[in-house]
Protein backbone atom coordinates (compact mmCIF):
# COMPACT_ATOMS: atom_id res chain seq x y z
CA UNK A 1 0.00 0.00 0.00
CA UNK A 2 3.05 2.57 0.63
CA UNK A 3 4.51 2.09 -2.56
CA UNK A 4 1.19 2.27 -4.33
CA UNK A 5 0.80 5.83 -2.65
CA UNK A 6 4.33 6.93 -3.64
CA UNK A 7 3.58 5.91 -6.86
CA UNK A 8 0.50 7.83 -7.13
CA UNK A 9 2.33 10.85 -5.35
CA UNK A 10 5.10 10.67 -8.00
CA UNK A 11 3.01 10.22 -10.98
CA UNK A 12 1.05 13.14 -10.36
CA UNK A 13 3.80 15.47 -9.46
CA UNK A 14 5.16 14.11 -13.15
CA UNK A 15 1.86 14.53 -14.58
CA UNK A 16 1.73 17.74 -13.10
CA UNK A 17 5.35 18.93 -13.91
CA UNK A 18 5.28 20.77 -17.27
CA UNK A 19 8.83 20.50 -19.46
CA UNK A 20 10.51 23.81 -20.37
CA UNK A 21 9.63 22.48 -23.82
CA UNK A 22 6.01 22.28 -23.13
CA UNK A 23 5.84 25.92 -21.96
CA UNK A 24 7.41 27.42 -25.15
CA UNK A 25 4.85 25.53 -27.01
CA UNK A 26 2.29 27.18 -24.74
CA UNK A 27 3.84 30.42 -25.35
CA UNK A 28 3.88 29.95 -29.17
CA UNK A 29 0.05 29.81 -28.95
CA UNK A 30 -0.52 32.36 -26.47
CA UNK A 31 2.25 35.02 -26.62
CA UNK A 32 2.15 38.31 -28.60
CA UNK A 33 4.72 38.62 -31.24
CA UNK A 34 8.14 39.31 -29.50
CA UNK A 35 7.02 36.68 -26.95
CA UNK A 36 6.03 33.70 -29.78
CA UNK A 37 9.56 35.04 -31.51
CA UNK A 38 11.46 34.55 -28.44
CA UNK A 39 9.96 30.98 -28.01
CA UNK A 40 10.27 29.52 -31.14
CA UNK A 41 14.24 30.72 -31.34
CA UNK A 42 14.57 29.03 -28.15
CA UNK A 43 12.96 25.81 -29.09
CA UNK A 44 15.01 25.81 -32.14
CA UNK A 45 18.66 26.70 -29.69
CA UNK A 46 17.14 23.47 -27.89
CA UNK A 47 16.65 20.97 -30.79
CA UNK A 48 19.88 22.68 -32.65
CA UNK A 49 22.52 22.28 -29.41
CA UNK A 50 20.99 18.42 -28.68
CA UNK A 51 21.84 17.63 -32.23
CA UNK A 52 25.21 18.95 -32.57
CA UNK A 53 26.48 17.61 -29.00
CA UNK A 54 24.60 14.34 -28.72
CA UNK A 55 24.19 13.82 -32.38
CA UNK A 56 20.60 12.84 -31.92
CA UNK A 57 18.33 13.71 -34.93
CA UNK A 58 15.47 12.14 -33.54
CA UNK A 59 13.73 15.85 -33.06
CA UNK A 60 14.32 17.12 -36.69
CA UNK A 61 10.84 16.33 -37.83
CA UNK A 62 9.51 18.72 -34.81
CA UNK A 63 12.07 21.32 -35.95
CA UNK A 64 11.42 21.57 -38.97
CA UNK A 65 7.66 22.58 -37.88
CA UNK A 66 9.14 25.53 -36.10
CA UNK A 67 11.38 27.01 -39.17
CA UNK A 68 8.74 28.28 -40.96
CA UNK A 69 6.96 29.66 -37.57
CA UNK A 70 10.76 31.67 -37.26
CA UNK A 71 10.21 32.68 -40.68
CA UNK A 72 7.08 34.28 -40.81
CA UNK A 73 7.35 35.65 -37.58
CA UNK A 74 11.19 37.62 -39.30
CA UNK A 75 9.29 38.90 -41.87
CA UNK A 76 9.05 42.19 -40.91
CA UNK A 77 12.59 42.47 -39.12
CA UNK A 78 15.83 42.51 -41.28
CA UNK A 79 17.88 41.48 -37.92
CA UNK A 80 15.52 38.44 -37.45
CA UNK A 81 15.82 37.20 -41.12
CA UNK A 82 19.79 37.21 -40.39
CA UNK A 83 18.89 35.53 -37.06
CA UNK A 84 17.12 33.00 -39.27
CA UNK A 85 19.54 32.30 -41.90
CA UNK A 86 21.98 31.87 -38.90
CA UNK A 87 19.53 29.05 -37.21
CA UNK A 88 18.51 27.33 -40.86
CA UNK A 89 22.84 27.13 -41.47
CA UNK A 90 23.03 24.98 -37.88
CA UNK A 91 20.11 23.40 -38.24
CA UNK A 92 21.03 22.18 -41.61
CA UNK A 93 24.23 21.40 -41.83
CA UNK A 94 24.08 17.74 -40.35
CA UNK A 95 21.06 17.25 -43.62
CA UNK A 96 22.30 19.19 -46.44
CA UNK A 97 25.88 20.84 -46.23
CA UNK A 98 25.74 22.98 -48.83
CA UNK A 99 22.02 24.78 -48.04
CA UNK A 100 23.67 24.84 -44.51
CA UNK A 101 26.55 27.04 -46.56
CA UNK A 102 23.59 29.10 -48.52
CA UNK A 103 21.51 30.16 -45.26
CA UNK A 104 25.23 31.52 -44.19
CA UNK A 105 25.95 33.03 -47.18
CA UNK A 106 22.56 34.87 -47.09
CA UNK A 107 22.83 36.41 -43.36
CA UNK A 108 26.16 37.53 -44.30
CA UNK A 109 25.00 39.12 -47.51
CA UNK A 110 21.55 40.70 -45.51
CA UNK A 111 23.64 41.84 -41.91
CA UNK A 112 26.64 43.63 -44.62
CA UNK A 113 23.15 45.37 -46.86
CA UNK A 114 21.93 46.13 -43.28
CA UNK A 115 24.94 47.87 -42.53
CA UNK A 116 24.54 46.44 -38.90
CA UNK A 117 28.20 46.12 -37.51
CA UNK A 118 27.12 43.58 -34.45
CA UNK A 119 25.04 41.79 -36.89
CA UNK A 120 28.24 41.43 -38.85
CA UNK A 121 30.51 40.22 -36.71
CA UNK A 122 27.78 37.70 -35.48
CA UNK A 123 27.69 36.25 -38.81
CA UNK A 124 31.20 36.16 -39.27
CA UNK A 125 31.86 34.66 -35.73
CA UNK A 126 29.26 31.69 -36.37
CA UNK A 127 30.19 30.98 -40.13
CA UNK A 128 33.35 30.69 -38.88
CA UNK A 129 32.59 27.79 -35.80
CA UNK A 130 30.48 26.12 -38.55
CA UNK A 131 33.42 26.44 -40.67
CA UNK A 132 35.46 24.68 -37.64
CA UNK A 133 32.61 22.28 -36.85
CA UNK A 134 33.13 20.52 -40.52
CA UNK A 135 37.07 20.83 -40.46
CA UNK A 136 37.35 23.26 -42.49
CA UNK A 137 39.72 25.33 -40.46
CA UNK A 138 40.79 27.27 -42.92
CA UNK A 139 38.09 28.78 -43.72
CA UNK A 140 37.27 28.95 -40.54
CA UNK A 141 39.75 31.09 -39.68
CA UNK A 142 39.22 33.67 -42.49
CA UNK A 143 35.94 33.97 -40.90
CA UNK A 144 37.30 34.45 -37.74
CA UNK A 145 39.50 37.08 -38.54
CA UNK A 146 36.73 39.03 -39.96
CA UNK A 147 34.68 38.66 -36.79
CA UNK A 148 37.46 40.07 -34.89
CA UNK A 149 37.69 42.83 -36.68
CA UNK A 150 33.82 43.81 -36.56
CA UNK A 151 34.29 43.09 -32.40
CA UNK A 152 37.58 45.78 -32.50
CA UNK A 153 35.18 48.10 -34.02
CA UNK A 154 32.18 47.43 -31.57
CA UNK A 155 34.64 47.11 -28.19
CA UNK A 156 32.92 44.30 -27.47
CA UNK A 157 35.15 42.22 -25.26
CA UNK A 158 33.45 39.59 -24.88
CA UNK A 159 33.14 38.35 -28.37
CA UNK A 160 36.23 39.27 -28.96
CA UNK A 161 37.72 37.28 -26.29
CA UNK A 162 35.68 34.12 -27.68
CA UNK A 163 36.83 34.74 -31.31
CA UNK A 164 40.47 35.36 -30.01
CA UNK A 165 40.13 31.93 -28.29
CA UNK A 166 39.05 30.02 -31.26
CA UNK A 167 41.70 31.42 -33.65
CA UNK A 168 43.89 30.22 -30.86
CA UNK A 169 42.86 27.00 -30.94
CA UNK A 170 42.81 26.48 -35.00
CA UNK A 171 46.51 28.02 -34.89
CA UNK A 172 47.33 25.21 -32.32
CA UNK A 173 46.49 22.61 -34.93
CA UNK A 174 48.11 24.37 -37.58
CA UNK A 175 51.39 23.76 -35.32
CA UNK A 176 51.82 27.27 -35.15
CA UNK A 177 52.29 27.18 -31.66
CA UNK A 178 53.71 31.03 -30.89
CA UNK A 179 50.53 33.00 -32.64
CA UNK A 180 48.27 30.35 -30.91
CA UNK A 181 49.39 31.51 -27.69
CA UNK A 182 49.44 35.14 -28.75
CA UNK A 183 45.47 34.85 -29.39
CA UNK A 184 45.31 32.75 -25.98
CA UNK A 185 47.03 35.07 -23.99
CA UNK A 186 44.76 37.96 -25.69
CA UNK A 187 41.57 35.90 -25.15
CA UNK A 188 42.42 35.52 -21.90
CA UNK A 189 43.44 39.26 -20.85
CA UNK A 190 40.05 40.00 -21.80
CA UNK A 191 38.24 37.45 -19.79
CA UNK A 192 40.31 38.05 -17.09
CA UNK A 193 39.30 42.11 -17.03
CA UNK A 194 35.52 41.04 -17.86
CA UNK A 195 35.57 39.01 -14.69
CA UNK A 196 37.42 41.26 -12.07
Known amino acids: MRYLLAFLLISGWLNSYSSPVDSLKKILKTGN ?4 YHAVKQLLTHYISFQKT ?5 NSVEANQYFPV ?3 LAERDSSRLIEYDLYMGWFLV ?3 LLK ?3 NIR ?3 KAARESK ?3 SIGECYLTAGML ?3 ELDYFLGLQYYFAAINYFKLLKDETKLAFAYEKVGELLIIYVQYDRALEYLTKSAELFRKRCL
Not at 54 to 58: A, R, Y
Request: no cysteine; glycine share 4%; charged share 40%.
Open 33 to 36: ETER
Open 54 to 58: VGDTT
Open 70 to 72: MRR
Open 94 to 96: KYD
Open 100 to 102: SFE
Open 106 to 108: NAI
Open 116 to 118: NTR
Open 131 to 133: MES
